[in-house]
C-alpha cells in the first residue's frame, strides 16, 4: 500500500510541476474522490448492515 502512495505522489508531482493549468488538480481530486467512494462501497458490500 505504501508502494501505490508513492507511486501516486511522484505521478501527480510530475503531472503538478510540468502543466500550469487546472486539470491536473482537478484531475487529482476527482482521482481521490473516486477512490474513497469505491473504497466505500466495497468495505459496505463485504460488510452490509
Known sequence: MAREGLE?????LAAFTQDVGYAPPIGAVLGL????V????LYWGRYPS
Not at 474522490?33 to 474513497?36: D, E, H, K, Y
Not at 469505491?38 to 462501497?41: P, R
Open 8 to 12: 501516486s505522489v511522484f505521478f501527480l
Open 33 to 36: 474522490a473516486t477512490r474513497v
Open 38 to 41: 469505491l473504497g466505500m462501497l
